[in-house]
């Protein structure tokens, strides 16, 4: 009689996990499954929101798998000794499941691991679960992959999307085995250690349940608009699924399902390519290994970015002087997330305005966002930089007042983050410096009291960012 590890990775979640519903498919009477969740010491960055808000979310799912009476058993410490234990402690184990993490880090381990199982006899089960077609899925006819988003969307959409599947509970309790109050806790104990430093409070925002009613939400109340608001940084009008879909809690599968089954509009449409996005990121990156610190177009490889240590604290402080960016940034430490236009916006100031490499903005973002993914941030970064795919027009350069007047008219989402611009008349919102005057004799309002004025000169950066890429 075999035991069969159920390696859990980035897919917090019951419903619809491929590889957990495939254990269970699998296993025969009498044998077991072993939930394993291996702590990285490479990976654990407590003090960094984006992992409290991952570490959270696992947290969530433990305690969702006590209440169905399933216990973890954690790792911790490098993978090979790690995995090399758990075969020790349980000497029967002659399968593992786990879904794939198709770049980066984690399909390094991956890879390493798959090798020492292979020497060790136990047999590898693993599956794409994490999009909604893997990387090497969407290619031209002649097997090379897309580098315009346009032309992969065309093939994507015509492609067969996997069926989400359910899974059954009354198995799983039955074949799971919980008791290791006899086996090695040091992981457990890590675990432990760490929960009780997290200090962030995100139950709003973590758990399969809580995915599932923002998905419905979503469905019933804003689809059919997204194509009209999802650009409106002041408006709710985009899913916030986003951090549900990189911590696996919900599964890519019943989102689009759900989208799928509403009624045709064009929200509808737009927020399918949204999904296309998502893939079209991680397929680049597996296509780009070195994209988190390589250009994919060769001739930017050498820009001679500039530093200015206060310029860069002063964007993630949001204290530039330039108030859609400065709530921009105030927002992402606020909440550890950012919508989509305001990203572009602070990702073009930062290098086109700052003229600082972009790299450092990727990981500060790393590090703050509760959604972070590293295919679509480096995606994202990449696009704004224009140094990487698909960056149509060729070469943007955002300039903060016009998108400020255009996405947040009235500025709103300005007021809300930047409170000292709370009294602000609409009309100055937008560059409160260039109206001091204005803002003196009519309103008695001292701006220079009030907020700091701008850092950089858009006109004049503009000039030195396009010698700078040699446009
Ligand atoms: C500089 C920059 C950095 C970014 N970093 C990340 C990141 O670390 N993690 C991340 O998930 N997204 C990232 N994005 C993409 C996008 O901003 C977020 O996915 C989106 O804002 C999440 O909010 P939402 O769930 O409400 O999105 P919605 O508008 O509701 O979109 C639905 C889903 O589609 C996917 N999606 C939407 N836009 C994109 C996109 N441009 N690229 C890839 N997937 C997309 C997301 O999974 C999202 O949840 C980045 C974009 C930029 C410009």
Redesign the pocket.
């Known amino acids: 009689m075999g035991n069969s590890v159920l390696w859990i990775r980035n897919d917090f979640r019951f419903h619809d996990n491929t590889a957990l519903i495939s254990a269970i498919n699998d296993i025969k009477d009498n044998e077991n499954l072993i939930f394993i969740y291996h702590l990285d010491p490479e990976l654990i960055k407590i003090e960094t929101t984006s992992y409290a808000y991952f570490f959270s979310s696992l947290n969530s799912y433990y305690e969702s798998c006590l209440k169905k009476g399933l216990d973890i058993y954690f790792l911790y410490g490098e993978i090979l000794t790690c995995f090399d234990t758990l075969l020790n402690e349980f000497s029967n184990i002659d399968k593992i499941y786990y879904n794939i993490i198709e770049c980066g880090y984690g399909k390094s381990q991956e890879q390493k691991l798959n090798r020492f199982l292979k020497r060790k006899n136990v047999e590898v089960f693993s599956f794409y679960d994490h999009h909604l077609h893997s990387a090497n899925k969407v290619l031209k006819e002649d097997n090379s992959h897309y580098k315009v988003f346009t032309h992969y969307y065309n093939k994507w959409m015509g492609s067969k999307k996997p069926e989400e599947q359910n899974i059954d509970y009354a198995k799983l309790s039955e074949i799971i085995l919980s008791d290791f109050s006899k086996k090695d806790p040091i992981g457990k104990e890590k675990f432990i250690e760490l929960r009780n430093l997290l200090n962030n409070d995100f139950s709003m925002f973590i758990g399969e349940e809580n995915a599932r009613e923002c998905l419905a939400d979503f469905m019933n109340a804003k689809l059919c608009s997204y194509n009209e608001n999802?650009e409106y940084p002041f408006l709710d009008g985009?899913?916030?699924?986003?951090h549900y879909?990189?911590t696996g809690q919900l599964s890519v599968r019943e989102v689009f399902n759900a989208a799928t089954m509403m009624p045709s509009s064009l929200g509808k449409e737009i927020?399918i390519k949204?999904?296309a996005?998502?893939d079209f990121?991680n397929m680049i990156y597996y296509f780009h290994p070195n994209q988190h610190n390589e250009e994919i177009i060769e001739k930017y490889r050498c820009i001679n970015w500039e530093y200015d240590e206060g310029n860069f604290i002063k964007w993630k402080s949001g204290l530039t002087g330039f108030p859609i960016i400065d709530a921009a940034m105030r927002q992402l430490s606020e909440e550890g997330w950012m919508?989509?236009r305001l990203?572009?916006i602070t990702?073009s100031f930062l290098i086109k305005d700052l003229l600082i490499d972009w790299r450092l903005g990727e990981k500060y973002?790393s590090e703050m966002?509760i959604?972070?993914?590293i295919a679509?941030?480096i995606?994202?970064?990449q696009?704004?930089a224009s140094v990487g795919t698909d960056a149509v027009p060729y070469f943007r350069i955002f300039n903060p007042i016009t998108q400020s007047k255009k996405y947040d008219p009235e500025g709103k989402f300005i007021k809300r983050y930047v409170k000292e611009l709370e009294d602000i008349p609409t009309q100055y919102i937008h560059e409160p410096f260039k109206f001091k005057k204005q803002l003196e004799e009519n309103y008695g309002i001292d701006i220079k009291k009030l907020y700091v004025s701008p850092i950089v000169d858009h006109k004049t950066q503009r000039q030195k960012a396009l010698e700078m890429f040699n446009i």
């Open positions: 999802r985009t899913s916030h699924l986003s879909l990189t927020f949204e999904l996005w998502r990121y919508h989509n990203r572009m990702a973002f966002l959604d972070y993914d679509s941030n995606g994202g970064w696009w704004a």
